[in-house]
Every structure is written in C-alpha cells, then in structure tokens.
C-alpha cells in the first residue's frame, strides 16, 4: 500500500515539475507583458487594513477601527501560503499556541490553556456566527474537520473576554470563519477540484475536495463544498519523562492516523422586497487513532469517531437605510460514530469501551441594528435549548470469537436551556464635526440565564482614538465566562478517571487592554497591545479522595495573565512580509499548609513566541515561494506530569525551545483544461526536521512530526 503510494507521489511530483519548467519557458518566450499577478497579494496591506469584520460588534467595521483586537487571515493568504486547515491558519497569529496529541488541537491564549481534555474549548469557534462546538464537551475541531478550505473568505480571530457579545464560551477569544457568499460571484458558475497527498517519514495520505458555486437564478445561489483528508504517522515515539527511571509507556504508533472529513453548503435568495433569506448546514466528521490520549496510551486499535452538523435558516431585512433586523434558527446535532472503540489500559475493566452520548440542540437568535447620527445601536435576544444524553460507557469483553457486553446503568437525558439578552451602542462624541469618526466609544452589556448553572452578567467597554491619518488608538476592557461542558457535571466515571461534579460554576474572565495598530505608510502596518486579564473558578483536576485513583473537576485556581504583543506587516508589489512578537508572564493563585499563598506558573504555554513570514511571486516564471517560521520558548509540562516524573519533590520540568520553518512552492495563473486555472503547490512542513514535544498528560510527552511533505493539486471548473 505505501509503496504504491510513494510511487504515485513521487510521480506526481515529477509531472508538476516538467508542468512548471515547460510553462515557465512559454511564459519567458511570450514576454512579461502578458503576465498578471493578483491585485490582492500586490496591495495586500491596504486590503487588510480596510477589510470589513464583523466580530468585534456584530456590524462591518473596517479592522482598524473595530474596537477589539483583531488578526484577520484572507484567502489570498490561505492559497499563498498552502493552509490546509484552521489550525494551519492560526499558526502565525500573535498570542496563539496550540498543543496537539495529533487527532486534535488543544488551543491555548495569552498564557491560558485549558488543560487536560480541553479540546479548545476556552474560545468560541463559529462559522458566519454560527457555533459549531460538539456541545457535550465545548469540544472544537481546528482540523481538516471544520470546513473546506476553499469555503473560507476571511478567518476573524478576536483575543480578549467577549462574552457580552456572545454569552457563553467566547471566553478568552473567539474564532469566527467568514465563508464565500454564493451571492458574491457574478459568474454563471464558478468553483474548483482539489487532490493532493502527504508524505510523513513511510507514511502516505491523501486530499481531495470539491467546491462548486452556481447562480441558479438572478436572485438565487447556491454553494457546495467537501473535503477528505488523511493524514498517517505511524512509527512516532513516545517521549518519556526526564527525571523518571522506568518509563511508564514505551513503543512507536501503529496504525495512526487522523481522518477530517467535513461538507458545507449554502444558498442564498434576495426578495423583491429587498429581504435576504440564507440556508446554510455543515457537517464534521473527525476521525482518528486515539495513541497519545491519556487513555490507552500507544494501544492498537484506539479509535475516536465523531460527527456533528448543523442546518440553519437566516433571514435578514432592511427598514430603510439606516435599520437591520437578522434573525435566525438552527438544528444541532451530534454523536461518537458507531465505528468509535476507545481501548484501554485496564484489561480487568474490559478489552474496549464505547462512549453512549449524545446531543440535539435548537438554536434562535434575533437582534436589531440601527444607526443614527450620534451612533448605533444594537440589541438581540438569543435562546438555545439542548437535550443531552448523559455520558455513559459500554463495556465490550471479547474471548476468543466471542465478544459480551457488561450491563450499565444509563444516566438518561437532561435540558440544557439558556436565554440570553444583549444591548450594544456605538456613540461619536464629534458627530457634529467635519471629523465626525475621529473618537468613538462603545458599550455593551449582556444577560444569561441558564436553567442549570444559573444567571451570569457581563459587559464590554472601548475607546477608539484616530492618532494619526491611520493609526489608532484603542481602549477595551471586558468580561466573559466558560460554562461547564455538561461531560463536566454529568458522567460515569471508568476506573482512574475523571468523574462528573454536579457543583461546577462558570469560569470567569476579564481583560484589559491597550492597543496601537494602523497604516504608518503606504503597505506598511504595525501593530502594539498591552493586556491583563484575570481567570476566576479556573477548573482543575483534583483527586476525589486519598484513597482514589479517580480525578474530579472544581473550581479552584485563579490566574494572572499580563503580556505584550507586537506585529509589523509590508508589502510591495509581488513580495509581502509578516512578523509577530508575543511575551507573557502568568501565573497561578496556589495556597500550600506551612507556606501559605504564593504564585506559581502556568502550565503549557510558552513565555516567549515569535513568527515570521515572507513571501515573493516570481511573475515572470508564473510561481511563487513563501518561508514561514515560528521560534517557540520553553513550556512547563503538566501538573499529572510533575507528580509522575518526581512524585517525592514534584519539582516541575520544562519542554525546551524549538524553531519551525515551513516553504511552500507554488503556481500562479497557469491555464490548462478550457483555459482555466491550475494551481499546483508543494510544501515542505518542518524544513530544518527540528526534534521536538509538546506536553502530555499520562506519564509521556508527546512528539511532533518531524519533516513533511503535502502536494496538491487544484484546477479551476
């Protein structure tokens, strides 16, 4: 199988290469005049800096003036720079680490990271405002998961407390993807096919994808998109903690591997009336070998397997030029896949067991925007009921052919129902000037009621100042809260695990911050925050009791977080450059007997990052190239870690420093079949093979891929 595999993509290789040369000679003889570069990669700063985003407030904003702090990702950049996921687009945002036991990512922001099994849940992760959690956990899918990535029109990645926007989870930031409108395209039809493999070590896997836009009528249109990719790392090796001297787990991975499979459509319609109706539904699929969990640790056979999806209706109406009204419903739903089998390291519980739960969930959202002279002014009630199916386990055993299945007592189904009820206005202090937007200052407050873990307040405040022609000034503080994920209050616990507390409170959060960012010159943009942000019912893991070996959630720490976050972009004509600087320092409230209080790091997240990235188009020859790296300070390990390298002092341990450096090698405007575009790109991940972990949790660091190697190719239809 691989070694068909290798010769398909050493062949495919080879024909790219003998594609690229023989265009590059075509285009040499035909002379530089008729080659043409995109407009958007020449003025790409200009571009960004008056992109509209909507997530700071609910209205388009251009980014300089949006009263938050924003990175915007553009599909230029995503096809530029060979992203193939959320996660690969996140990689060179400012205060943004992501660990990853290679069948997720666990997201963690300005020195916070939500620990063991938190699956990104500490953001909000949203598609056009839609979230897309799998609900039982607060689990977010950064992979190739989400969403197609030809679907992606702009990523809006907002940092800071965000909950009196948008209630629960938009915790320490929220992630919204800004899909392509059907509606956007004028012609007839337009889309593109996509294949591809990867190449890690022996390991081969494979990408394809469809996305096809069609303009059905002068009012109607519809796209459609799909993704499969696989990604295979058999022969990783555990990475064994330093100060231990009988490793706990040892061995390579087998039969390892992470499946994204994800679908996205949408239709739009325009009514006489000037009205807008929108369908749009999304289904994930997220697959793979479960060997670095803390769970069955490198065992054979140790699937997860989910799938969610949602289908929503949205209509929008415009009350003369100045008043919005949008409202919307949404179906949610979402399991583990029959094919999930979580092996254990606990043959006296069972050879495998499989997870029983479940969720359906109606969303309703409706707000309404106005804009007067003096401002705007925006209000909105969402609600949202869910019915869980509590978490429970089957218990297989197998004996020979035979295979019996231990009885359990089901937890049954609970209403999670919430209500939430929100006010925002904009108010321009010189509105009666000629330079009516040089100030502006926003508040908003929002209401959650929740029938299980009760009424939560929060509200948001800032300040915009135009400093110079296009450098602002911004002011913002906020607060915002992290419901507990219902597998968090209700469970039935294996052996050795975590156990549900039915006493969670929400975690809570506020942020200061203070933030410089505009045009200096013409394609050059620089960018400076300061922040502070305070952690409140933080949840740990604690033991249950002396005598237990199983783990209970509560709420118990409270963290500290400072840092700064510094940003420059250029451009000009075919080349572009990008770089980023972010320190933190955060730290823990602890209380120990015979010491008192005292402050102790975070886990997980490093103190220093910083990345980089420049890029240039060869137009001539029809290709382009992009380097990208990132350096990655020292990291403390977890705090199950600590205990089980050094259980007598617990003295905690670091993850050293590394540097990544990724190329990507691509085409521009080549015309093959009908005279249509073909892209071709050829990636090297991890250029220098840098050896290097991220944190684990069970007794084990987890390794990171060493060089790697995608190709794909895309032709327009």
Known sequence: MNSLAARIFGGCIWLCCTFIVVNATQAQIQGLGELQF????????????????????????????????????????????????????????????????????????RGVNGGLRANSRIIKLMINGQQVAFRPYNANFLTESLIPIQMIKRVEVLRGASSALFGANAYLGVINVITHQPRDYREAQTGEVRLGGNKLGDNYGEEYSLYLTRQLTTKTAVSVAFNNTVQRFDGLEVQNLPDRITPLYSGKTKDAYRLGRSFYTEVNHRFDNNALFSFDASVQHHEGNAGFKDWGVLEE???????????????????????????????????????????????????????????????????????????????????????????????????????????????????????????????????????????????????????????????????????????????????????????????????????????????????????????????????????????????????????????????????????????????????????????????????????????EHTRLYPGWMTKAGVGYALSQYKVAATLEGQWIGERLSSEQNIVLNDAVNENPYALGAYTLMNLYLSTHNLKFIHGKELRIGFKVNNLLNTSYAFPGFKGYDIPGFGRNYQLTIAHAI
Do not use: C
Request: net charge neutral; no cysteine.
């Open 38 to 109: 995109s407009i958007a990669a020449l003025n790409q700063e200009a571009v960004i800096q008056e992109q509209e985003v909507v997530t700071a407030t609910k209205i388009a904003q251009t980014l300089k003036e949006a009263p938050a702090t924003i990175t915007v990702i553009t599909a230029e950049e995503i096809k530029q720079r060979g992203y193939s996921s959320l996660s690969d687009v996140l990689q060179g945002v400012a205060g943004i680490y992501q660990l990853t036991d290679h069948t997720n990512v666990n997201l963690g922001v």
């Open 301 to 599: 056979g140790n699937y997860l397997n989910y799938a969610h999806f949602y289908a929503r209706g949205r209509y929008e109406r415009n009350f003369g030029k100045n008043t919005v009204w949008k409202s919307s419903v949404t179906w949610a739903a979402g399991s583990p896949a029959d094919a999930e089998r979580l092996t254990l390291n606990q043959r006296d519980f069972g050879d495998w067991v499989e997870r029983k739960v479940n969720f359906n969930a109606l969303d309703f959202s409706t707000y309404l925007n106005t804009d007067f002279k003096a401002g705007n002014l925006t209000a909105g009630v969402d609600y949202t009921t869910d019915k869980q199916q509590l978490l429970v386990f089957e218990r297989y055993f197998q004996d020979g052919e035979n295979i019996g299945m231990a009885a359990y007592d089901p937890l049954g189904a609970k209403r999670f129902n919430n209500i939430g009820v929100y006010l925002q206005g904009i108010y321009y202090p010189f509105h009666d000037t000629l330079d009516n937007r040089r100030l502006y200052m926003m508040t908003g407050i929002r209401y959650d009621h929740h029938n299980i873990y009760g009424d939560v307040l929060n509200y948001r405040l800032a300040a915009v100042y135009r400093l110079y022609r296009q450098l602002y000034v911004k002011a913002i503080y906020g607060t915002s809260f992290m419901a507990p994920a219902p597998t968090q209050l209700y469970r039935v616990s294996l052996p050795a695990d975590v156990i549900g507390n039915e006493e969670l409170k929400p975690e809570r959060a506020r942020t200061m911050e203070l933030a410089l960012n505009g045009e200096i010159s013409q394609g050059i943009t620089l960018s400076a925050n300061i922040y502070y942000t305070r952690v409140d019912d933080k949840v740990e893991l604690v033991r249950q009791d002396a005598a237990s070996l199983n783990v209970i959630p509560v709420n118990k720490a409270t963290i500290h977080s400072k840092g700064i976050e510094l940003g420059g972009r250029y451009s000009y004509k075919s080349f572009w450059t990008y770089g980023n600087m972010s320190y933190q320092h955060s730290t823990y409230d602890k209380y120990m007997h015979f010491v008192g209080n005292y402050k």
